[in-house]
């Protein structure tokens, strides 16, 4: 197992177009993360998942955002009618220890530019 | 509501030098963990350290270590020996355990000048 996967890695799309990502978490952690990192800013948090169950989600996930987690394993996450404020880094992570004290492992992210 | 300060947008470090980047907390929970992450420009979060609220010796892994200061609460890293692969945004969080997430700082941008 190599990590955290999303894809795709970059994606342009115009103003009022829905997006899709998807994360593939480390196979065993049953506790998954998505975060939004804006320039020059720390990633916020978006919301979480034990297994299957979405158990938190931030105000800034709005209306808007759906994110998903079938069967426990993938995630994906959509922005519907995106708008340019939705342009950032969208990153996911997960862990399997529940303090995190060794380390919550995300991936690479996907950078949205939205136009 | 818990809250991350890193209060250096940037730092410079000569290479082969050691570097301390600051960051205080703030949180009303007794029991939480506090970690560093580094950046680079691929974007990847890369985990470094972590440091538990109740751990009584501060943490080192390898070229990194923790000032853990409760009182003053405050969790700078310390990295020895600069490399140029430092070079990278460096971030510090929080959890509680009363939370799931982590709640980051705004981050400190190294470089290492060789």
């Known amino acids: 197992d190599t990590g955290v996967s999303q894809d795709p890695r970059h994606k342009i799309t115009k103003r009022g177009q829905n997006v899709t990502f998807r994360c593939d978490p480390i196979?065993?952690?049953?506790?998954l993360y998505w975060y939004r990192q804006t320039l020059g800013q720390g990633p916020e948090f978006l919301t979480y998942?034990?297994?299957?169950?979405?158990?938190?989600k931030s105000r800034l996930l709005s209306d808007r955002f759906s994110a998903e987690r079938p069967k426990g394993s993938f995630s994906t996450l959509e922005i519907q009618r995106t708008e340019q404020g939705d342009s950032a880094m969208y990153l996911c992570?997960?862990?399997?220890?529940?303090?995190?004290?060794?380390?919550?492992?995300f991936g690479s992210g996907t950078r949205l530019t939205v136009v | 509501a818990q809250k991350i300060t890193q209060t250096q947008p940037g730092m410079f470090v000569q290479e082969k030098e050691a570097v301390t980047l600051d960051c205080t907390y703030d949180?009303?929970?007794?029991?939480?963990?506090l970690f560093w992450y580094k950046q680079p420009s691929s974007g990847e979060m890369i985990f470094l350290i972590y440091?538990?609220?109740?751990?009584?010796q501060n943490a080192t892994e390898g070229r990194y270590s923790l000032n853990f200061q409760k009182a003053r609460k405050s969790a700078n890293l310390v990295i020895s020996a600069s490399q140029l692969g430092d070079s990278a945004m460096y971030f510090c969080?929080?959890?509680?355990?009363?939370?799931?997430?982590?709640?980051f700082g705004s981050g400190t941008q190294l470089t290492v000048l060789p």
């Open positions: 992570a997960s862990s399997l220890d529940p303090t995190g004290a060794y380390g919550y492992t």
């Open positions: 998942f034990q297994n299957e169950a979405q158990l938190e």
């Open positions: 196979s065993e952690h049953n506790r």
């Open positions: 969080a929080m959890r509680v355990k009363a939370a799931r997430q982590l709640t």
């Open positions: 949180t009303s929970d007794p029991s939480y963990g």
């Open positions: 440091q538990g609220s109740y751990d009584q």
